[in-house]
Each structure stands twice: as structure tokens, then as C-alpha cells.
């Protein structure tokens, strides 16, 4: 009978992870046609088996700006310059209802999609992706509300709005950015899921969607540029409406601080969200 001799293994030398995850970017562009399908899948349940369907895109920006325009243009009389109050608050409300919306989905899509992290591996940053992705969709029909009521209004729109889409990529930026952060900690810690809807309405108030940055002192006004989302809704009413943007100031280094926490909070997310994801599955 021969005799067997034990295989001779190579020793395996087990070394120290890099102090920063990857951010496997190459991964996630492979699964994006996962990000489109899973986009498209929260735009067809959000709105499936109510009375009203895909209408509530409209109602929701349209009762919000009738509810400001009594309450805030009407009874408080908010100076809104030129512009009439529900073309000037209409505009904010745009990029701030797609901001906190894609915030709210996506801070609580690892959670809800449970069931897809422990069955099939794919880069975890996906779901949150798809969920600010997938709010463009109601942003592009708000949108065409805010023009039906400059129309209405015989508001025109100005010259600059062919600079919208930098506004909309730093609103897009500022919406991934925090969701990675709310969406890993959620996993860990469900407060979050209370948290984050106190948040967004706090943020609110401290950004100028009902009122305009000259109500602010000019003293303070500087805590403002802190808020990315007060360059998104300036940026707005200035591509759309021709309001200057009082509150970045006239420096270049003012307007570009707004970009740079967004990008600074979307490095900081991505990489958070990467160091916490292998444990996504056994705590989720």
C-alpha cells in the first residue's frame, strides 16, 4: 500500500489591514445597474396601493408653499423682494423637499432592506445610493410645479438657470454624504431612525426656505455658509429667480464653502460607512 506523504503548505503570512478601507469605487460603478434597478423599485413602491398614486409629488411641494404663503407671506408678512412669496419659498422648497426626503429614505434603507444584506453580497453602498437617486424623480416634477406657478405669477426665469445642475449635484452630494453616516449608524444604534426626522425639521428653520438671509444679521450670517443646503437654496432662487445669494458673501472662498463641508461630509460618510459594513449583516 503506498504511503501518503502530508502536502508541504506554503506558510500564509497574515498582515495588518490598511489604516483606511477602500472605497472599492470600481465595485460599486460594476453594480450600477443594481443602483438603477433598486432606484427604480423605491420609485414604484413608494406610491403603490394609495388613492392618489403618483399625484402626492404634486400635492406635497404645492400645499406646503399654499400653507408658507398664508402663514409666513401672509400673516408675518416675510419680505421676499420683488418676487412674489409662493414663487420665492416654491423655490426653495424644491431642492430642500428633495434633500430631506432622499435624507429620511436612505438613513433608514439599510434596515428596511435587511432581508437583501444577508442573503446576497453586493457593495452595501448601493441602497443608499439608489434612495437619493431615486428621489430625483419627485425633485424633477416639483420642479415643474415651481414653473406653473412662475408662469401663474408671470415671473420669468433669468438668464443663469442654465446653472442649475451644479446646485443639484451639491444638493445630491450633501443628500449621500449624511445618509451614509445616518444609514451605518442605524444599523447599530435605531434611534437614529427617531433622530433623523427631528433633525431634518430642526435643519429646516436654520436654512433660508421660508425666509431670506437678509432676516439674519449680518453678523451671523457667516454660520449660515456652514450649511451646505443654504448654497443649494440660494443657489436655487439666484439660477432661477436672479435673488443674489446674500449670504455667501461676494468671495470666491465664501460660495465655495458650502462645496467643500458637502465633499468633506461625503469623504468622511464613505469611509465610515465602508469601516462599519462588514458587520452590517450579523447586526442587522
Given at each position: ?15 495588518p ?13 460594476r ?26 409629488v ?14 409666513f ?42 432581508s ?83 433633525v ?7 436654512t433660508?426656505v ?8 449680518e ?12 448654497g443649494?437654496?440660494?443657489g ?9 445669494p ?7 472662498l ?7 463641508v ?23
Open positions: 500500500m503506498p504511503v501518503i506523504e502530508p502536502m508541504h503548505l506554503a506558510p500564509r503570512v497574515i498582515e489591514g490598511p489604516a483606511l478601507p477602500s472605497l472599492q469605487l470600481g465595485v460599486l460603478w453594480f450600477r445597474e443594481l443602483v438603477y434597478f433598486l432606484a427604480w423599485r423605491d420609485v414604484k413602491v413608494r406610491y403603490k396601493q394609495t388613492a392618489l398614486g403618483v399625484s402626492w404634486v400635492l406635497q411641494p404645492l400645499v406646503t408653499t399654499v400653507v408658507f404663503s398664508l402663514l407671506g401672509g400673516l408675518l408678512q416675510v419680505p421676499s423682494g420683488s418676487i412674489p412669496y409662493p414663487v420665492f419659498a416654491c423655490a426653495a422648497l424644491v431642492p430642500w423637499n428633495y434633500f430631506a426626503g432622499s435624507l429620511g429614505r436612505a438613513s433608514t434603507s439599510l434596515v428596511t432592506n435587511a437583501l444584506l444577508t442573503k446576497v453580497y453586493f457593495p452595501r453602498m448601493v441602497i443608499p445610493l439608489s434612495g437619493v437617486l431615486a428621489s430625483l424623480v419627485d425633485a424633477a416634477v416639483a420642479f415643474l410645479v415651481l414653473l406653473a406657478l412662475m408662469i401663474y405669477y408671470h415671473v420669468p426665469v433669468h438668464p443663469s438657470v442654465f446653472l442649475l445642475p451644479p446646485f443639484v449635484l451639491l444638493a445630491m452630494v450633501a443628500a449621500l454624504g449624511f445618509s451614509l453616516w445616518f444609514s451605518a449608524l442605524n444599523v447599530r444604534y435605531r434611534d437614529v431612525t427617531y433622530l433623523v426626522p427631528f431634518i425639521q430642526v435643519w429646516m428653520y436654520v433660508p421660508i425666509y431670506g438671509t437678509t432676516l439674519i444679521p453678523r451671523w450670517r457667516f454660520l449660515l455658509v456652514l450649511n451646505p443646503m443654504t443649494v437654496v440660494e436655487f432662487r439666484w439660477a432661477l429667480l436672479g435673488i443674489a446674500s449670504s455667501l458673501g461676494n468671495t470666491p465664501s460660495a465655495l464653502v458650502p462645496c467643500l458637502a465633499v468633506l461630509v461625503l469623504i468622511s460618510g464613505a469611509y465610515f460607512f465602508r469601516a462599519t459594513e462588514r458587520t452590517f449583516a450579523d447586526i442587522v
